[in-house]
Nanobody, 124 residues
Framework: VQLQASGGGLVQPGGSLRLSCVAS????????MGWFRQAPGKERKFVAA??????????GDSVKGQGRFTISRDNAKSTVYLQMISLKPEDTAVYYCAASSSYGATAMDEYEYWGQGTLVTVSS
């Protein structure tokens, strides 16, 4: 099982990034896929998740209601995405993708598989 995240980097405040995570070694079609992030010196937090078909999405407290982050998935490509716009310095973190066999999972301990993370730095 492997989750390979990519797309992180350095971006200026107000900029955009799209993170990708390619899954292999399991059938992603039957897993809730999520993104978490961990800022320096802080605990890992839930960002967003998408249901098996992508019809339902869930947002974490840090991004809910802001409309800046959008999660999506392409099961044919075994890939989950996190589109981020209007980035702020406080969005700086390592972003992890994860897979859960629990429908609608939003808690870390519900996720069985984790990727290695991709660093997003928002700075001028």
């Amino acid at each position: 099982v492997q989750l390979q995240a990519s797309g992180g980097g350095l971006v200026q405040p107000g900029g955009s990034l799209r993170l990708s995570c390619v899954a292999s070694g399991f059938n992603m079609n039957t897993y809730t896929m999520g993104w978490f992030r961990q800022a320096p010196g802080k605990e890992r937090k839930f960002v967003a998740a998408t249901s098996w078909t992508g019809r339902r999405t869930y947002g974490g407290d840090s991004v809910k209601g802001q409309g800046r982050f959008t999660i999506s998935r392409d099961n044919a490509k075994s890939t989950v995405y996190l589109q981020m716009i209007s980035l702020k310095p406080e969005d700086t973190a390592v972003y992890y993708c994860a897979a859960s066999s629990s429908y609608g999972a939003t808690a870390m301990d519900e996720y069985e598989y984790w990727g290695q993370g991709t660093l997003v730095t928002v700075s001028s």
